[in-house]
């Protein structure tokens, strides 16, 4: 019988101390994320979901441990050297933080314009193939953010986060005030681009449904670290009095009964 080959970590977080002041918001935080697989991170107002997405994009320091994105610690590396990393990676920030000035292509072109050395009309042509990837259609390009809805921002900020063909897409609760209907066709998505293209998604979420539909595994944050990473069925039954909370609550049973009977 042949060993099952070790899979490869994108991202390697160690021991990682996160501190304001005073306030320690991570301590002795371990967490790895692997090639091709969508794990979505949970945890409590105030543990430090965010705070831990900036740390690992080199946003922000760590106050102790180490993070390291495809082998590299980004604050190790010279400027020319990150930039190349960071460009492997493509972020939906919460409420997608579009550019309210510009349409949803002068969007997507951003980052196309910023790191690569393509032409205007190429440029173009690379903003229209990443909104037709994010299921929106081509008129959906000449328009500004405040004339989209909810569910179609968070795909034009999806397109602009593909920009760079990404091997990793970091996306911050993707689904948040979205109606169901639009939260599980943006879920749909978010699977089918990772099977279509090989992508990694690193997910915040606190959406029981997006949790069930389409997380390979799942990372709780309480106690100031990571207490489990592992599949859902796993993870529900971790000894933890939060996540029999979270997980075992009336909407946590009605999540797992829907995704039962499909």
């Known amino acids: 019988m042949s060993a099952t080959a070790p899979r490869e970590a994108l991202v390697e977080v160690r021991g990682l101390r996160s501190q304001f002041g005073a306030q320690v918001v991570h301590e002795n935080l371990d967490l790895d994320v692997y090639r091709g697989e ?75 314009l910023e790191h690569t050395q393509l032409s205007l ?37 999806l397109a602009r986060a593909l920009a760079l063909d990404p091997d990793i897409v970091f996306l911050d609760e993707p689904t948040s005030g979205l109606d169901p209907i639009a939260a599980a066709s943006f879920d749909q998505l978010i699977r089918t681009l990772r099977d279509a293209l090989g992508l990694t998604v690193f997910m915040i979420t606190h959406d029981l449904d997006s949790l069930h539909a389409i997380c390979d595994r799942v990372a709780v944050l309480a106690h100031k670290r990571v207490i489990v990473a592992d599949s859902l069925d796993k993870v529900e039954r971790f000894d933890d009095p939060w996540i029999r909370d979270y997980f075992q609550g009336p909407r946590g049973r009605a999540a797992e009964s829907i995704h039962a009977m499909t």
């Open 38 to 112: 969508i794990l979505g991170v949970v945890g409590g107002s105030g543990s430090g979901k965010s705070v831990l997405l900036r740390t690992i994009l080199g946003l922000r320091r760590p106050d102790a441990g180490s993070v390291r994105l495809f082998g590299e610690n980004l604050h190790d590396l010279p400027e020319g050297q990150r930039v190349a990393v960071e460009s492997r990676c493509g972020v939906l920030f919460q409420n997608g933080a579009l550019f309210s000035s510009l349409t949803v292509s002068e969007n997507v072109r951003v980052p196309l």
């Open 121 to 157: 009309h190429d440029a173009l042509r690379v903003a229209a193939l990443k909104i037709a990837l994010a299921d929106l259609s081509p008129e959906v390009r000449h328009k500004y953010p405040s004339e989209l809805s909810g569910g179609m921002r968070k795909r034009a900020a």
